[in-house]
């Protein structure tokens, strides 16, 4: 028999890269959706006809284990959350109940439905927030700088916890910043490309950005969910730092993406201060070597490639509206 997933957040970036890479590999591939009267299956349209989709939330207990006992997964991906960091200064408590609660929810349910589910949460590099050494490793103590981080460290140390505890094969990815031309509009790289192509299009003339002096490990989504399905293979169950090791700035990133579209920054970008974070994460660099050495990975797309990736896919997409 084919071996079961379950994604949450599968109609997310991640989870439809995801998606992909387990239905390639044979699995049959369970995606768990909200409720909504708008459903947001732009990322997965092409995939509905090879996937199935079940309505539960990280909300709602119960909803979590009769998903569980529907599908009876062998691997599940909980992907799902409130995921840009500066909407969580605006919604702290709901921010919590989703990253916190809601990771809470899910290992309690895999607890009670099937103890033998190999289970991954999504952790994220925003944990390092003011970071104590450089670059971070698995072991760098966290200081998150948002409540977005704030709760992807309770989310990360629930799940080390039940694993100690149950002994359940619960792992967390400490993902730094991944893109693609799937990401949302609101996040910076993608603002940035869109922005670039809208200005190419003469739908635009001006881009509107913070802080161009804040430093990130970008990578390619579509890499960083191999290393997921890598870290659920293993014998034992560990948490991994997944990165590029390579840093660039805001800024560089602007001067990439607009160079790559024939065009001068400087003409175009002005500097809005509603766009600052109240409190700022400066600088974050991974080191991978442990998930080089003991998962194998590496990634195949380096920054430059994948901002100008980013910045075809938007052009294109530009010309066809």
């Not at 140390?157 to 949302?184: C, K």
């Not at 490309?193 to 579509?222: E, H, M």
């Not at 080089?292 to 509206?321: C, N, S, Y």
């Amino acid at each position: 028999m084919k071996k079961r997933a379950l994604i949450t957040g599968i109609t997310g970036q991640d989870g439809s890269y995801l998606a992909e890479l387990l239905l390639e590999k044979g699995y049959e591939v369970f995606g768990m959706t909200r409720r909504a009267s708008a459903p947001n299956l732009g990322r997965i349209q092409h995939l509905l006809d090879r996937i199935e989709l079940r309505p539960a939330d990280l909300l709602d207990q119960l909803s979590l284990i009769r998903v569980l006992a529907d599908v009876r997964p062998v691997e599940v991906y909980n992907l799902a959350a409130m995921s840009f960091v500066p909407a969580s200064w605006d919604q702290p408590m709901l921010t919590g109940e989703f990253n916190a609660q809601g990771v809470t929810r899910m290992l309690e349910a895999v607890r009670h439905v099937d103890p033998t589910v190999r289970l991954y949460q999504a952790s994220s590099s925003e944990m390092y927030g003011k970071v104590r050494e450089v670059p971070q490793t698995e072991l760098t103590p966290f200081y998150p700088r948002s409540p977005y981080g704030v709760s992807k460290v309770f989310a990360h140390y629930i799940t080390v916890n039940y694993r100690e505890s149950y002994n359940l094969f619960a792992v967390s990815g400490i993902l730094f910043n991944h893109e693609s031309p799937r990401r949302g509009l609101e996040f910076v790289t993608r603002k940035v490309t869109d922005g670039v192509a809208r200005i190419k299009a003469g739908l635009s003339d001006t881009l509107a950005l913070g802080n161009l002096d804040a430093q990130r490990d970008w990578g390619f989504a579509g890499d960083y969910v191999e290393a997921m399905w890598l870290m659920l293979q293993q014998d034992e169950a560990d948490d991994y730092v997944i990165a590029t090791g390579r840093t660039h700035s805001v800024g560089q990133l602007v001067e990439v993406a607009f160079a790559h579209a024939g065009l001068d920054w400087r003409k175009y970008v002005k500097i809005d201060p509603a766009f600052l974070r109240p409190a700022e994460v400066d600088l974050l660099i991974g080191d991978a070597s442990k998930a080089h050495q003991k998962l194998g990975w590496t990634p195949t797309v380096d920054f430059e490639g994948l901002i100008r990736m980013m910045v075809d896919a938007d052009l294109a997409r530009h010309a066809t509206l």
